[in-house]
């Protein structure tokens, strides 16, 4: 008589924390049992010579979602999620983006219809807000915010979704009241205009001069900014995709200073420069997201803030739009670099690339692996510990990892809808094998094993990483004319 539906033979069972070789027995989609000599399952693996890691957590991609500049994603609920497994990933945390003027409980049941149907993982989703209303503070961000939409983001850039300070203060004090985390993409929306209006009147149209117009110091004083408004609430709060050097130091020194302030960084500041927007024609637009891959200095220092713990978690930003007139080209055959859609593809690569180039060639070890990829996205955002591990009880969401398979990059064995990745022609060495999400094979063999529609949304609690520290008290002491008691 078989006592677990599936177990998982002789593979390393790696989290971030441990690393054994033992067998892994599941069963009603969570696992059961880890120990040697496991009973027979209805199914066996064998992982002999093989990591069986913890699946994928991808906290920051966008998915069938229409952009700022109205370019719709090409990928839906189907293909991204389809993507994703393929990379490893078995949870991704896309965006429910309210534009101005639309009910942000409206948002959210449209993206949950879209994502329920397809989805062939389980999924979260965080929410955009772009119309901080009475009405939306008030009423529709309390509720959604019970029944588990626990994270949501705002832009500091960009004319059609960038929040003033006010505004800003607003939000924060929502989340700190209700236990929500807020995500900050933080660029300084004055600075890189007025850079671009020069580019332009200048005649500088080509993809290179949106790496030029987005300065680094446009991100360090926005990011700054944004960690004082947080400090001035006691709120916590998370800057996304960090790419430069001056915004990683803002966070490092808040962090020093016992701030909740967490920090995310992406493949594209480890891997893409500059240089990559410099192509000829107009092969640089694919390149083009915000805010931009800087220089090999750059690089270096990104990798800094994963292994000194600066950065908690990355994440791909997955942006997928298609270099043609339906995404990166929407504007015509020879845009400006202000009219590109911005975003770049990489939600199947980021485990692979974070594997080879991390842990392949020693930049980090395969705990902090399974911890930046995994872990630390669902003790943020309040998945944790259903997943992001593997122990008795947690869902059995599993990737069995191949750390000697060499694979050579190409758009054409992905599963994304882009048709191109910015990653063309690199070699790695590790790749993901076998992925099962809550119990169920999901890719096996080069093959998916899952169907639209079978992945769950997972509805996050109200996160640690959301909990203020209680420095209210110091920074408005009512000796200094305040009052903190009236504030919230």
């Given amino acids: 008589m078989t006592v677990y539906d599936l177990v998982i033979r002789g593979g390393e069972v790696i989290t971030a924390t441990d690393r054994t070789v033992c067998d892994v027995g599941v069963r009603d989609g969570k696992i059961a049992a880890l120990g040697q000599g496991l009973d027979a399952g209805a199914r066996e693996v064998d992982a002999t010579g093989k990591m069986v890691l913890p699946g994928g957590i991808d906290s920051h991609c966008h998915i069938e979602q229409v952009s700022g500049m109205g370019v719709m994603c090409a990928d839906d609920f189907h ?20 534009h101005r003027g639309q009910s942000a409980t409206a948002v959210v049941k449209d993206y949950r219809e879209r994502g329920d149907a397809k989805a062939v993982i389980d999924y979260a989703v965080h929410l955009i807000i772009t119309d901080p209303t009475e009405q939306v503070l008030g009423q529709e961000l309390p509720a959604l915010i019970s029944n588990g939409y626990t994270s949501f983001k705002v832009y500091m850039t960009y004319e ?74 006691d709120t916590p709060l998370l800057i996304v995709h960090v790419s430069a050097q001056e915004a990683m130091e803002e966070i490092r020194i808040a962090q020093a200073k016992g701030l909740k302030v967490y920090g995310e960084t992406c493949p594209q500041y480890l891997f893409l420069t500059l240089d990559d927007l410099d192509r000829e024609g107009m092969e640089g637009a694919m390149f083009c997201c915000s ?50 859609a911005n975003g770049v593809p990489g939600i199947e690569l980021r485990l692979p690339l974070l594997f080879s180039e991390g842990v392949g060639k020693g930049r980090i070890d395969i705990h902090r692996f399974v911890d930046i990829t995994s872990t630390a996205h669902a003790k943020i955002y309040g ?22 398979r060499k694979v050579t990059v190409t758009a054409d064995m992905l599963h994304d809808n882009t048709g191109y990745t910015p990653y063309e022609g690199m070699q790695l060495t590790g790749w993901p094998v076998q992925v099962l999400s809550r119990g169920r094979i999901v890719v096996e063999d080069g093959t998916l094993h899952a169907e639209q529609g079978s992945g769950l949304f997972q509805p996050c609690d109200k996160p640690d990483s959301a909990k203020p520290l209680g420095l209210i008290q110091r920074e408005l002491d009512p000796k200094r004319n305040f009052g903190a008691q009236i504030l919230f």
């Fill in 79 to 98: 293909s991204g999620t389809v993507a994703a497994a393929f990379g490893g990933t078995t949870t991704i945390i896309p965006f429910a983006a309210q």
């Fill in 383 to 404: 998945l944790y510990p259903r997943k992001g591990t593997i122990a008795v009880g947690t869902d059995a969401d599993i990737t069995i990892w191949d750390p000697d």
């Fill in 291 to 340: 805010p931009p891959p800087r220089d090999k200095e750059g690089q270096e220092a990104i990798w800094h803030g994963i292994q000194t713990g600066v950065f908690q978690v990355v994440s791909s930003d997955h942006a997928p739009y298609r270099f043609d007139e339906t995404g990166k080209l929407k504007a015509g055959p020879n845009p400006s670099f202000k009219e590109i």
């Fill in 160 to 233: 059609g979704t960038k929040l003033d300070d006010y505004q800003m203060l607003e939000v924060l004090s929502t989340a700190r009241r209700e236990g929500a985390l807020t995500m900050i993409h933080a660029e300084n929306w004055d600075m890189i205009r007025w850079l671009a209006q020069r580019l332009i009147d200048g005649g500088n149209r080509a993809p290179v001069y949106h790496g030029v117009s987005h300065a680094e110091v446009a991100e360090g004083e926005a990011t700054h900014r944004a960690i004082a408004l947080g400090r001035l609430l």
